[in-house]
């Protein structure tokens, strides 16, 4: 019998004949299309976005009232910390909730005990560590972008149940009914989960509250950006560079040139204000210095790229922050 050489163009061996049709049902699937499924079922609930546009409603004027306010800014994690707070604290209450699972399950104990054990003490700091991460959750929430907030809102709803499930727990566990206690910390856990996976996905499928200029390098060489004579004074100026979106601003004379996507949510700086030579971000109000990018102003925590100009031509030319390596007149790379 002919064997294949596991090289392209040889025929299938016997018993993997059945492997594209395996992996075509699992490619079609509910197993790989539920938690999108599962988004856009969230997105489509009456109730939710009924409750979400209230909570805006509510919410948006008192944040847009205390958007200079440290703590508020503080909340998001902010320029001095550099990323956002809410997802580090949210690791406190999943660690410490599951801990009281783990002593319920090895608890060989069967005396009754009132007071607070050792399960208790976890239950109870992960409730008062519950209380912060839901405040920094609930200041993310207001700047987060309109479709982002109603699986947000589910994801906080989900936290509030597995809440008041933990409290309910920690309360018959100091009455002394342990049995009650483990079951309601047990679900607690599970609804934490579940909520903590919800959030898994705002970040990692949205992309909420991630730098949305992290690859934001090009162009490698110097590029044409717009004509000198194209640029009014003191008007932010949008342009578009090898794909890049910039914008330009020219003020005595002096240019400036930063990303025109804001680092936070993707707001078009050029449509923001700009006094003092920084620029405010017209979807929640972050600023940004023109002359190096930094934040003035959260809820950015990431500065904003700024990018090297110059006039060749009559033209104003870019390039990014990572040059292309230059060439040796021998033609070669250099480093
Ligand atoms: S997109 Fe949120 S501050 Fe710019």
Same mark, same amino acid.
């Given at each position: 019998?002919?064997?294949?050489?596991?090289?392209?163009?040889?025929?299938?061996?016997?018993?993997?004949?059945?492997?594209?049709?395996?992996?075509?049902?699992?490619?079609?699937?509910?197993?790989?299309?539920?938690?999108?499924?599962?988004?856009?079922?969230?997105?489509? =609930?009456?109730?939710?976005?009924? *409750?979400?546009?209230?909570?805006?409603?509510? =919410?948006?004027?008192?944040?847009?009232?205390?958007?200079?306010?440290?703590?508020?800014?503080?909340?998001?994690?902010?320029?001095?910390?550099?990323?956002? *707070?809410?997802?580090?604290?949210?690791?406190?209450?999943?660690?410490?909730?599951?801990?009281?699972?783990?002593?319920?399950?090895?608890?060989?104990?069967?005396?009754?005990?009132?007071?607070?054990?050792?399960?208790?003490?976890?239950?109870?700091?992960?409730?008062?560590?519950? #209380?912060?991460?839901? *405040?920094?959750?609930?200041?993310?929430?207001?700047?987060?972008?309109?479709?982002?907030?109603?699986?947000?809102?589910?994801?906080?709803?989900?936290?509030?149940?597995?809440? #008041?499930?933990?409290?309910?727990?920690?309360?018959?566990? =100091?009455?002394?009914?342990?049995?009650?206690?483990?079951?309601?910390?047990?679900?607690?856990?599970?609804?934490?989960?579940?909520?903590?996976?919800?959030?898994?996905?705002?970040?990692?499928?949205?992309?909420?509250?991630?730098?949305?200029?992290?690859?934001?390098?090009?162009?490698?060489?110097?590029?044409?950006?717009?004509?000198?004579?194209?640029?009014?004074?003191?008007?932010?100026?949008?342009?578009?560079?090898?794909?890049?979106?910039?914008?330009?601003?020219?003020?005595?004379?002096?240019?400036?040139?930063?990303?025109?996507?804001?680092?936070?949510?993707?707001?078009?700086?050029?449509?923001?204000?700009?006094?003092?030579?920084?620029?405010?971000?017209?979807?929640?109000?972050?600023?940004?210095?023109?002359?190096? #990018?930094?934040?003035?102003?959260?809820?950015?925590?990431?500065?904003?790229?700024?990018?090297?100009?110059?006039?060749?031509?009559?033209?104003?030319?870019?390039?990014?922050?990572?040059?292309?390596?230059?060439?040796?007149?021998?033609?070669?790379?250099?480093?």
């Amino acid at each position: 019998m002919r064997r294949g050489s596991g090289q392209a163009g040889d025929p299938p061996a016997a018993g993997k004949q059945a492997e594209p049709a395996v992996r075509s049902l699992f490619a079609t699937s509910r197993v790989v299309t539920w938690h999108s499924d599962l988004a856009a079922w969230l997105d489509r =609930l009456g109730w939710l976005r009924t *409750l979400s546009d209230w909570l805006t409603a509510v =919410l948006g004027p008192f944040r847009e009232r205390h958007q200079d306010n440290l703590v508020v800014e503080l909340m998001h994690g902010g320029r001095w910390v550099g990323h956002p *707070l809410h997802p580090a604290l949210s690791d406190l209450p999943i660690g410490l909730w599951a801990g009281v699972v783990v002593l319920d399950a090895t608890d060989r104990d069967p005396a009754p005990r009132h007071g607070i054990d050792a399960a208790g003490m976890l239950s109870a700091a992960g409730i008062l560590a519950a #209380g912060a991460t839901v *405040l920094t959750g609930l200041d993310d929430w207001t700047v987060s972008n309109d479709q982002d907030r109603r699986v947000g809102l589910f994801h906080g709803l989900l936290n509030t149940v597995a809440l #008041g499930l933990q409290g309910a727990s920690l309360g018959t566990r =100091l009455a002394g009914h342990r049995g009650t206690a483990r079951a309601l910390g047990a679900a607690s856990l599970t609804v934490t989960a579940a909520a903590g996976y919800l959030g898994g996905h705002l970040v990692f499928t949205k992309g909420v509250m991630v730098n949305r200029v992290a690859w934001a390098i090009g162009p490698r060489r110097w590029a044409r950006a717009l004509q000198e004579a194209d640029l009014p004074d003191d008007s932010p100026t949008a342009v578009e560079a090898e794909g890049r979106q910039i914008m330009l601003y020219r003020h005595r004379g002096r240019l400036y040139a930063i990303d025109n996507i804001c680092s936070h949510a993707g707001g078009l700086l050029s449509r923001g204000p700009v006094a003092d030579l920084t620029v405010t971000c017209p979807l929640h109000g972050s600023r940004f210095a023109l002359a190096d #990018g930094c934040v003035s102003r959260g809820p950015a925590s990431q500065p904003q790229p700024v990018l090297p100009t110059r006039i060749r031509n009559g033209w104003i030319e870019v390039r990014g922050s990572q040059p292309a390596p230059r060439r040796s007149a021998s033609g070669r790379t250099q480093p």
